[in-house]
């Protein structure tokens, strides 16, 4: 057989750690030849099929470690390759022992859609593996979900939420489990997600692996988790330049109004025509908005945020891969981890309120080596983030204007739009949050009615302050009161620069104070900040949790504790109309999914576990019927303890299903679950009726709505809000079949909405 020649590599390359990229005719010989290097040659196949070349630095840095067994912490920029950094010692471990059938990885993500990827990342690079790998995320059935785990694949991906839902339910056993990824894990260690990571590192064997990878990794978390790694490993690469250098930023001061015409001229004349562009914007509200707008100004775009229908989230994800739609509106469930390889454009239309956010969504460009643009508007009040930005990034920064007259004909094509439809009116509506403007309006126009000069008239009457204050009033009485007579009379707008035209690009350049050479600093001078104090405080934003729980893995010690002095994690009880402590959460009995729905919180081990309440070793599983997953049991002949008890259609013989996906071999679904046309039709003029219904009877005496499902629970709850208002009362006929929202407590709290089923 003729074997073609391999060129040496001078080292640095994937060989240098065990990794040889090989041709698809390599001989056998010489694929066991290289399997005794460290990786199995299997995984060349995978890493060939990628297209990968050479180890980026962090696979460099990070593979031969984790392929030791040590526990990594990592950190390098966004798009520097850090999937592939984990998954390939991952199915190297996996690889040297195929006897056992049984779950030996598990990969945590903070999204939905990064976990689709991650996923599409082991069918690739463990394309010839044959290791089985399932996805377990919200917003899917359960029942196909169950199916999955109950035929113990080697490696699953999940959500945190849903799995622990499921891990708690199925009363799924970790024993065999080896690896725990956490990809994003800064974003895990975030409040929302650690009570849920709490509660599933419990179920699995200490004796295992842990990688934990972000783009943004504060130093400090390697400390604190120190209980629950073993000798974790620190590799912190990227750590001065955060974003790549192939990256070019754009800071765009606007007005807030101008927004809007500002992203319209970005999107047609700057961007290069039908180039995949990413919307940052703030809130689900603005993507609907600039949804709608953007499609009547002839953009073709696709919409994405947290509370979608999951299966719409799914198609309008596709879309823009495929290259369908040019523009993808998102809200910040798309900032971390997704990789689409064509992407050359982000604008950031809010600016992100953290500079570690602002790292994370602009890196969905220049990655892997590509070029790539991010476009930042500025209004007045978001320069404060910018600023923190800076100090962040620790270098200098410019920002430009627009001139007014480009943005003319766009503002015009927005604001015509805005007259002409009432859907974007009432889209409008809801962006704005009068209350909120209200407030704020009034608090930036309060003068008090005396200075403080004068209010120490009262008890020192003979103060010199009080006689300068009277002669300043005297000489400036006239003048104050004419300005308010001009005010009120509607003089006091503010007049454009007379040729129509706003202010020249003007540069704002923020120096960051370098900390002096050891040699220009006097000999006796300590600095009280650390030279990398932004930077970690940057990477440390919203990680306070970690001063808050109390961990069995993760445990913390009281030196961390009073080092970063960090305040303890408090957030609004609507209720109780005050902040409460995080801790008292636990005592809740519902909690609020992935999807935003509130479930039963009896998922949390808490409830489970009597060890807590008791001090016995033994849970109490048994004394709660976990009906769906029982149900589901029965309905595939599923025995107590997994066994098949008929050979039904659906299972093998050896209790696994067959629908079940191989790495890299297609996964046989037999529920298709995409909604006809008819259908999604349906329901947007159901919502639609329900919109216009709610604008109606706004104010008026008596409501009647009719409820259907739990995807209308946000248009459910508006209108409950609307009952807190005087005079008004609710009435919602719900039809016997609903389940949610209004059970239980909800329905004693409401207690004026009137319940009857429909038909009645
Ligand atoms: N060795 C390599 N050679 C060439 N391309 C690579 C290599 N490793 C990874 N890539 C490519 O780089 C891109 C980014 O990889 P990946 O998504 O793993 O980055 P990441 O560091 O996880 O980014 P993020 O922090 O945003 O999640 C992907 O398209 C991937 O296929």
Not at 53 to 69: D, E, V
Not at 181 to 210: C, H, S, V, W, Y
Not at 506 to 516: A, G, Q, R, T, W
Not at 637 to 647: A, K, Q, R, T, Y
Request: proline fraction near 5%; hydrophobic fraction near 35%; aromatic fraction near 8%.
């Amino acid at each position: 057989m003729k074997v073609k020649k391999t060129k040496k590599s001078k080292g640095g390359g994937f060989q240098s750690m065990g990794i040889i990229f090989f041709t698809f005719y390599l001989s056998d010989l010489i694929l066991k030849f290289y399997s005794y290097l460290g990786l199995d040659p299997v995984l060349m196949k995978g890493i060939l099929h990628r297209g990968y070349k050479l180890p980026t630095p962090i696979q460099r840095k990070c593979i031969p470690l984790a392929l030791q067994g040590c526990d990594l912490v990592a950190m390098a920029r966004t798009g520097s390759g850090k999937t592939a950094a984990f998954l390939l010692p991952l199915f190297n471990r996996l690889l040297q022992d195929t006897v056992v059938k049984d779950t030996r990885g598990l990969i945590l993500t903070p999204t939905r859609e990064l976990a689709h990827q991650t996923l599409k990342f082991i069918k690739d690079l463990g394309k010839y593996t044959k290791l089985r790998s399932c996805l377990v995320v919200g917003g899917e059935s359960m029942e196909d979900q169950f199916a999955l785990l109950h035929s113990r694949p080697e490696i699953i991906v999940a959500t945190p939420g849903r799995f622990l839902h499921l891990l708690i339910e199925m009363q799924l056993c970790l024993s065999k489990l080896e690896v725990l990824i956490l990809d994003e894990a800064d974003r895990l260690f975030e409040l929302g997600f650690q009570e849920q990571l709490n509660d599933i590192i419990k179920q699995i064997p200490i004796k295992r692996q842990t990688l934990l990878f972000s783009a943004t990794m504060p130093k400090a978390l390697a400390d604190f988790t120190q209980a629950g790694l073993k000798d974790p490993v620190l590799v912190r690469l990227d750590l001065e330049t955060k974003l790549s250098e192939n990256l070019q930023l754009s800071f765009i001061k606007v007005r807030s109004e101008d927004k809007l015409a500002h992203l319209l001229y970005l999107l047609s004349i700057k961007v290069k025509a039908d180039a995949p562009t990413l919307v940052f914007v703030a809130t689900r509200h603005h993507v609907e908005l600039l949804k709608e707008i953007l499609v009547r100004n002839g953009h073709c775009c696709s919409y994405l945020y947290g509370s979608l229908d999951p299966i719409e989230r799914k198609i309008q994800a596709a879309n823009f891969r495929e290259g369908k739609t040019n523009v993808l509106v998102v809200t910040d469930v798309a900032a971390r981890g997704i990789d689409i390889p064509l992407l050359e454009c982000v604008i950031h239309y809010h600016f992100p309120a953290t500079p570690k956010l602002f790292v994370h969504r602009s890196g969905r460009v220049a990655r892997a080596g590509r070029h790539g643009t991010a476009y930042a508007l500025v209004a007045p009040d978001e320069l404060p983030y910018m600023l923190d930005l800076h100090l962040y990034l620790g270098r200098p920064i410019a920002s430009t204007s627009a001139s007014e007259g480009i943005l003319e004909p766009f503002r015009e094509c927005y604001s015509d739009l805005h007259s002409r439809s009432t859907d974007v009116t009432s889209i409008v509506e809801s962006t704005e949050d009068t209350t909120r403007e209200t407030f704020l309006a009034q608090v930036k126009n309060f003068r008090p009615s005396q200075t403080i000069f004068e209010y120490k008239k009262i008890k020192h009457p003979s103060n010199e302050l009080l006689d300068l204050m009277k002669l300043k009033r005297k000489q400036h009485d006239a003048s104050i009161q004419r300005r308010k007579r001009e005010r009120t009379a509607g003089k006091d707008t503010v007049q454009p620069p007379s040729d129509g035209r706003e202010k020249p690009a003007c540069e704002l350049n923020i120096v960051i104070n370098v900390p002096k050479s050891k040699s220009e600093r006097s000999e006796f001078f300590i600095p009280y900040r650390p030279s990398n104090y932004y930077q970690e405080k940057g990477f440390f934003a919203h990680i306070a949790w970690l001063l808050a729980i109390p961990f069995t893995e993760f445990s913390l010690d009281c030196a961390h504790r009073n080092a970063f002095s960090l305040p303890s994690a408090k957030k609004w009880d609507r209720k109780k109309k005050k902040f409460v402590g995080v801790e008292e959460d636990k005592k809740k009995k519902r909690i609020k999914n992935e999807a935003g729905v509130w479930i039963s919180a009896s998922y949390n081990t808490h409830k489970y576990f009597c060890p807590r309440l008791c001090g016995f070793v033994f849970s109490l599983y048994f004394l709660y019927p976990h009906l769906r997953y029982k149900e589901w049991k029965e309905k595939h002949n599923i025995g107590h303890s997994g066994e098949v008890l008929d050979h039904s259609p659906h299972v093998s013989p050896h209790g696994r299903r067959n629908n079940l996906s191989r790495v890299g071999c297609k996964g046989v679904r037999a529920r298709n679950e995409l909604k006809t046309k008819e259908v999604i039709l349906k329901e947007r003029r159901r919502k639609e009726k329900i919109r216009n219904h709610i604008k109606k009877v706004r104010g008026k005496k008596l409501r009647i709505m009719h409820i259907r499902n739990q995807e209308e629970v946000g248009l459910t709850q508006k209108l409950v809000k609307l009952r807190q208002q005087p005079r008004s009362y609710l009435f919602v006929y719900f039809p016997c079949t609903a389940k949610e929202p209004f059970r239980g407590a909800n329905r004693k709290k409401y207690k004026d909405i009137h319940w009857r089923p429909a038909g009645n």
